[in-house]
């Protein structure tokens, strides 16, 4: 789907844009939640460093609407999620603001990012996300934590099979792993050590090339066993 011409499209045009592009209808109660997300993530930025992410229509495309590709894949029963390394919040706040029925746990380990994400979180009236300033590692160590999750995501934290290593402790057997990655092939030694840690290949999803990000995709990964 390619914009129309014109004016250059404003954050809330471009968002639903985008969103129509995935197979989202998003409600004007949710476009006015992500505006307000986006204007504290830039109103945060100027003291605090958040994101790589400084104008509002990169925080649309890479933030917003990256994160909302993954919401195809995410099933319907899922209930409890959760987001490591989440920063500002990517994927999983942009997620839980259209799909409110899951339970999101936000990990981040720095101090500033995470009281950003407890502000974000109370700013939007948000019910069931919880925000943990620990380190996943440390985390791990938790016997509460550990096979409590129905999904997981750790978009920006590592390479994918370092993601893999430490998201897995925290999924249910059967539990997906979702992750995002760039343009090209998926290498192929990368997701031989993703399975290799006991994941099994459940789904491809490319990426709209509207979205300004050609070639990224998003890969579902089953814990087995």
Not at 93 to 117: C, G, Q, Y
Not at 149 to 170: N, T
Request: aromatic residues 4%.
């Amino acid at each position: 789907m390619k914009l129309p011409h014109g004016p250059r499209p404003g954050p809330d045009d471009l968002l639903v844009t985008g969103a129509l592009a995935l197979g989202l209808h998003l409600t004007p109660s949710q476009v006015a939640a992500f505006r307000t997300y986006l204007q504290e993530i830039t109103r945060w930025s100027a003291r605090v460093n958040l994101t790589a992410l400084r104008e509002p229509e990169d925080i649309v495309r890479a933030g917003f609407l990256d994160s909302l590709a993954c919401l195809p894949l995410i099933p319907p029963d899922a209930r409890r999620a959760l987001d490591i390394g989440s920063g500002a919040g990517f994927p999983g706040l942009a997620l839980k603001l259209v799909r409110p029925d899951l339970s999101f746990t936000l990990v981040e380990a720095s101090r500033k990012k995470a009281t950003f994400l407890q502000h974000i979180v109370r700013q939007l009236g948000l019910a069931t996300v919880r925000v943990i300033r620990r380190r996943a590692e440390e985390l791990a160590g938790d016997p509460e934590e550990v096979g409590a999750y129905d999904l997981a995501l750790a978009r920006a934290v590592a390479p994918p099979p370092e993601q893999g290593r430490l998201v897995r402790p925290f999924l249910r057997p059967g539990g997906l792993f979702l992750v995002q990655v760039g343009a090209g092939a998926v290498d192929a030694g990368a997701l031989e050590r993703l399975l290799g840690l006991g994941f099994e290949m459940v789904r491809e999803l490319a990426l709209p090339p509207s979205l300004g990000r050609p070639g990224r995709q998003v890969l579902a990964l089953r814990r087995a066993g």
